[in-house]
């Protein structure tokens, strides 16, 4: 299993970002796929998920300013991050599992990519 993300950066707050996750190894359309992000000091904290049957979570955070979409033709999952905010600032890690009860509890997860930075200043 391999998951690679991309797209992280610095932005300044009000600003946009769209992150990139490739998978492979597994079988993506059968997975159910998240973001999740951890700051420093803090604990990682799940924020957008969807499952196999295109069921979707966001975290309070993040709802209405992030949108998770999943492309299962090419292996992908894509948040599009917008109106950012410092809080934001975190690493972002691509999380991936087979079954799950709970899409935005990162413990959840068995298969991690390596993270990508996000920084609102």
């Known amino acids: 299993v391999q998951l690679v993300e991309s797209g992280g950066g610095l932005v300044q707050p009000g600003g946009s970002l769209r992150l990139s996750c490739a998978a492979s190894?597994?079988?993506?359309?059968?997975?159910?796929m998240s973001w999740v992000r951890q700051a420093p000091g803090k604990e990682r904290e799940g924020v957008a998920a969807v499952l196999s049957d295109g069921t979707w979570s966001y975290s309070d955070a993040v709802r209405g300013r992030f949108t998770l979409s999943r492309n299962n033709a090419v292996n992908r999952l894509t948040l599009e991050m917008n109106m950012l905010k410092p809080e934001d600032t975190a690493m972002y890690y691509c999380?991936?599992?087979?079954?799950?009860?709970?899409?935005?509890?990162?413990?959840?997860?068995?298969?991690w990519g390596q993270g990508t930075q996000v920084t609102v200043s």
């Open positions: 190894g597994f079988t993506f359309s059968s997975s159910a």
């Open positions: 999380a991936a599992d087979l079954l799950l009860m709970r899409p935005l509890v990162p413990s959840e997860y068995q298969y």
